[in-house]
């Protein structure tokens, strides 16, 4: 009987989805024959028994989280599992720390390079150790450039939740300074799913594909809010900043000071009600903005402020400045479409 590689051990697995040492035996009993050891482990019943990886879907699991001491570096890490159950498992948990320190050290540019590598043949050996398909999904890495850099993450209390900021600052002081405010406005990502930095970050043509949806959704709250006698919300023409030329803002100020005028309001007092009026227009046509955008969204912290302006504030009570430059959000499962088993039909199809 010949040796097999761990390689061809990986390829038969990926193939029939058969546990690890099943693999192997196969292999071995026939002389690395891939068609062979194929057909053997179907005769056994082996890889019928199986469902095709292919089929089953990792939309579970845990993120991972490591910063430097000093604040200089801060990875991130999306492991998926088919189940929950497999999540609380140790022997995950401790893969999710392990692969967690493997990219943080390495730098690796992507999951591909992860895996081909002897790191990526442990993670293969524990995946099956485990027993469930297991994935790397995704990782993300930012660094300081210099000591003006303030950085810092969080993780949400269930771990499925990883975030890390970065933010330029004026000075080393100020960067020190602002490292738990990052933190802070780590805490408020998780919790507002930002897709993006800022409104300047859209595609046109997403904006412009968002903004009738959108629109229409508030005229169906509107007379869901009209049944109930409350105040409606004004119905915008437009969802996001992009959209705001100095053109559609000119005419605004314009429409304000139109509507002012038929009430008979005092021009001398116009300036005094335009530029709230115009804010409040710029607050209704930017709905995008606030809900996917990370500087745009208000501060949970302080809602009188969007996240911008509240990291300029804190920044400006420290004597500096500070501008969030980067972000990376994880979230367990995120955009994975999760199949609906059908527990009957699967039971009658074995039975079959």
Wanted: charge should be negative.
């Amino acid at each position: 009987m010949m040796a097999v590689t761990a390689a061809q051990v990986k390829e038969l697995r990926a193939a029939t989805d058969a546990p690890m040492m099943d693999c192997k035996k196969a292999l071995v009993e026939n002389d690395g024959d891939m068609a062979k050891a194929t057909e053997w482990l179907k005769e056994r019943g082996i890889a019928k028994a199986a469902k095709k990886a292919s089929e089953r879907v990792a939309a579970e699991g845990l993120v991972g989280l490591k910063i430097a001491d000093d604040f200089s570096k801060a990875t991130v890490v999306e492991i998926n599992s088919e189940t929950d159950f497999v999540a609380k498992n140790e022997g995950f948990q401790n893969l999710v720390l392990k692969t967690t320190e493997e990219v943080y050290s390495n730098n690796p540019a992507d999951v591909d390079t992860v895996m081909s590598t002897e790191f990526g043949r442990y993670f293969t050996e524990e995946t099956a150790k485990i027993g469930e398909k297991i994935e790397l999904r995704r990782f993300g890495t930012l660094e300081a450039e210099d000591d003006t850099i303030a950085m810092n993450g969080y993780v949400h209390s269930n771990n499925r939740i990883a975030v890390i900021v970065k933010a330029k600052c004026d000075s080393a002081k100020t960067a020190e300074g602002m490292r738990d405010v990052m933190k802070q406005v780590a805490m408020h990502a998780s919790a507002m799913k930002p897709q993006t930095l800022s409104f300047k970050d859209f595609d046109p043509a997403f904006v412009e594909s968002e903004t009738k949806g959108r629109i229409e959704a508030i005229k169906k709250e509107n007379e869901e809010l009209s049944r109930l006698g409350k105040t409606l919300k004004n119905v915008p023409t437009y969802v996001s900043m992009m959209q705001l030329t100095d053109e559609v803002i000119a005419q605004a100020e314009e429409d304000i000071k139109a509507t002012l005028k038929e009430q008979g309001k005092p021009e001398q007092i116009w300036d005094k009600i335009v530029p709230g009026s115009l804010a409040r227009f710029i607050d209704d046509n930017t709905t995008l903005d606030k809900e996917q955008a990370l500087l745009d969204q208000t501060y949970v912290l302080d809602d009188k402020k969007t996240v911008a302006e509240a990291v300029e504030a804190h920044a400006k009570a420290l004597g500096g400045t500070a501008e969030i430059v980067d972000f990376i959000r994880l979230e367990v499962g995120e955009g994975i479409e999760k199949a609906t088993d059908d527990f009957a039909a699967e039971v009658a199809a074995q039975m079959g």
